[in-house]
C-alpha cells in the first residue's frame, strides 16, 4: 500500500478553556489567588488572568493526507502560533510522506532556530508534531503507544493537581498538588497559613498520601528553601517549579539546600533536548516535567526521556491528557503521571481538555487502564459543537 501524502495543514484557534485550561470563567481555582513571577506587582496579585495568563488560548492543528485521513492535536499558542503553522512550518509537511516525522521535527526546529528555541514556537512546532503521530495512527489504524514502542504495563497511577488533595484521595489518587498562594513579601505569615492548609490536607489524607506544592515560578532560593524545610515537617513530598526556568544555577543550589529526602522538580515550561539536558547534567531537579504540548511534541520528548533514563531520572509530564498518557504507558522511567483537575472546586473528575474532545479518557479511581487507549492515533475527536476560527491560510 503506497503511503500517503500530506495534502494541507489548517491551524485554528479556539477560545474558552480546552488546551489553554487558564481560560476559564470567574471562580475556577486554577485562576484563583496563586503565586506567580507577576504577583509581586499588587495589581496582578489577585489573579493569573490579571497578567494574560490566558491571553493566547487554544492552538488546534488539523493535517489531511490525500486520501482524505486527518489527523489532529492541540495545544497552546492560539492566533500567533497559527500564523507559524500556517505561514512558516506548513511547507515542510505539504507534499511530503506521513511517515516523514523525523525529518519534518528536523527541518521546522531548524528553520525557526532564528527565531525560534523555545516558548510559543515550539508550542506550534510540538502541536503540528502531535498532529502528525495522530494522522500516522489514523493512517496505520494503530494508537500511539502501540508506534512508540508498545505499554509496558496495563494501567497508570495519577496524582491530582487542584485545590483539594483532601478529595482527590477519596476518588483514588496517589496524591494532591496544591498551588502555592503567597509570595516572599508576605513573610513567615505567607508560609505559616500555607503550612495550615497543609497540616489540614495531611490529617485529611494520612500519612502516606503524597502531597506537594506547585510553585510557578514565583520564589527566590531563599523563599523556597523555606517553604521547602517547613513543609518537610508535615511530608511535603516536592516542591515544583519554584524559580523561574532560567535559573539553572538556583534549581541546582535549590536541590543542594532542601531537606534530604524533599524532591524538587521542574521543567513544564523548558523546552527540547538541550533545555532538558542543562537541567539534569546541571543537577537541577530529582525529575522532569515536561509538557509534551510545548517541549517540542512527542518526537522530542521520547529523545528527552532517553536522556533522562541515562541520568536515572523519571520523567512525568506535566498535564496534556492524551498526548501525555500515550507516552507515559511506554516508559519504564515514567511510572506516575498527572490529572488536572479542571472541575471548577477540583471536586470531580472531568476531562482535561474538555470541553474540546470527544472520548478523552479519565482515571477511574485514580487508574487509567490501558484499553481506554486502544483507539487509533491519540483516541479522540474534536467536539462536533467546537467553534473553530482560521485566522491564517496559505
Ligand atoms: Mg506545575
Not at 8 to 21: E, N, P, S
Request: charged content about 25%; some cysteine.
Amino acid at each position: 500500500m503506497a503511503t500517503p501524502i500530506i495534502r494541507q495543514v489548517r491551524a485554528h484557534t479556539v477560545t474558552g478553556g480546552g488546551a489553554d485550561y487558564h481560560d476559564q470563567d470567574d471562580g475556577h481555582w486554577i485562576d484563583d489567588r496563586i503565586a506567580t513571577p507577576m504577583a509581586k506587582y499588587p495589581a496582578y496579585r489577585d489573579s493569573r488572568r490579571d497578567f494574560g495568563i490566558n491571553v493566547l488560548g487554544t492552538l488546534v492543528v488539523e493535517i489531511e493526507t490525500d486520501t482524505g485521513v486527518t489527523g489532529f492535536a492541540v495545544t497552546t499558542g492560539g492566533e500567533p502560533a497559527a500564523f507559524i503553522v500556517e505561514r512558516h512550518l506548513a511547507r515542510f509537511l505539504e507534499g511530503r510522506k506521513v511517515t516523514e516525522i523525523e525529518a519534518i521535527w528536523d527541518q521546522m526546529f531548524n528553520a525557526t532556530l532564528y527565531y525560534g528555541r523555545r516558548g510559543l514556537v515550539l508550542n506550534a512546532i510540538s502541536g503540528v508534531d502531535l498532529a502528525l503521530w495522530d494522522l500516522l495512527g489514523q493512517v496505520r489504524q494503530e494508537p500511539v503507544h502501540a508506534m512508540i514502542g508498545g505499554a509496558v504495563r496495563d494501567e497508570q497511577v495519577f496524582y491530582a493537581t487542584g485545590a483539594r488533595p483532601d478529595l482527590a484521595k477519596g476518588m483514588g489518587f496517589i496524591g494532591g498538588k496544591m498551588a502555592w498562594r503567597h509570595i516572599e513579601a508576605e513573610g513567615a505569615q505567607g508560609i505559616r497559613e500555607e503550612m495550615e492548609i497543609l497540616g489540614r490536607m495531611r490529617d485529611a489524607t494520612g500519612p502516606d498520601f503524597w502531597l506537594m506544592y506547585d510553585c510557578w515560578m514565583s520564589m527566590s532560593v531563599d523563599y523556597a528553601t523555606r517553604v521547602a524545610r517547613a513543609g518537610h515537617e508535615l511530608g511535603l513530598k516536592w516542591v515544583e517549579e519554584c524559580l523561574p526556568p532560567d535559573d539553572f544555577w538556583g534549581y541546582a543550589e535549590l536541590r543542594r539546600r532542601v531537606p534530604q529526602g524533599m524532591l524538587v522538580t521542574t521543567g513544564e515550561h523548558e523546552a527540547t533536548r538541550w533545555g532538558f539536558r542543562m537541567l539534569l547534567e546541571m543537577g537541577c531537579c530529582d525529575f522532569i516535567q515536561p509538557d509534551v504540548g510545548w517541549c517540542g511534541g512527542l518526537t522530542e520528548l521520547l529523545k528527552i526521556s532517553a536522556i533522562a533514563d541515562s541520568h536515572g531520572k523519571m520523567v512525568v509530564p506535566h498535564g496534556s491528557s492524551v498526548y501525555s498518557y500515550h507516552f507515559v504507558m511506554t516508559r519504564q522511567n515514567s511510572p506516575f503521571a498527572e490529572f488536572l483537575m479542571m472541575a471548577p472546586k477540583a471536586d470531580e473528575v472531568v476531562p482535561m481538555f474538555s470541553p474540546m474532545l470527544e472520548n478523552e479518557p479519565v482515571p477511574q479511581n485514580g487508574r487509567l487502564h490501558i484499553s481506554a487507549l486502544d483507539r487509533p492515533g491519540f483516541g479522540v475527536t474534536l467536539a462536533p459543537d467546537l467553534k473553530l476560527n482560521r485566522p491564517y491560510t496559505h
